[in-house]
Nanobody, 127 residues
Framework: QVRLVESGGRLVQTGGSLRLSCTAI????????VAWFRQAPGKEREFEAA????????YYADSVKGRFIISRDNAYNSVYLEMMSLKPEDTANYYC????????????????????WGQGTQVTVSS
């Protein structure tokens, strides 16, 4: 089994930057992809970025391309989401998720395809 632990969420001002961390614990060799999703109050969970466990392939939502960077650190079994030029509309609970089965290219953006989830970390961007 795999468990995910997120950290890094906090209050930040508009235009600021933040790095979220997601550490995988357990049977990490079973992971295919790790993704970041976010969910604001009253809204659906939204895909932000994904990375293959090898670190070779990355995918981004159009809304965050050029502002967010997803990366992988093999030594620490961790995935990071570097967020820049933050806006108040980026305020949400951010979740790290992993899939332990192969998924299609469209499936990598679908939260239903991810079977392991972290507890979430709150990001608040003040105006």
């Amino acid at each position: 089994q795999v468990r995910l632990v997120e950290s890094g969420g906090r209050l930040v001002q508009t235009g600021g930057s933040l790095r979220l961390s997601c550490t995988a614990i357990g049977r990490v060799s079973s992971i295919f992809y790790v993704a970041w999703f976010r969910q604001a109050p009253g809204k659906e969970r939204e895909f932000e970025a994904a990375i293959s466990w090898s670190g070779i392939c990355t995918y981004y939502a159009d809304s965050v391309k050029g502002r967010f960077i997803i990366s992988r650190d093999n030594a620490y079994n961790s995935v990071y989401l570097e967020m820049m030029s933050l806006k108040p509309e980026d305020t949400a609970n951010y979740y790290c998720a992993a899939t332990t089965t192969a998924v299609s290219s469209s499936g990598r953006r679908n939260p239903d395809e991810y079977d392991v989830w972290g507890q979430g970390t709150q990001v608040t961007v003040s105006s």
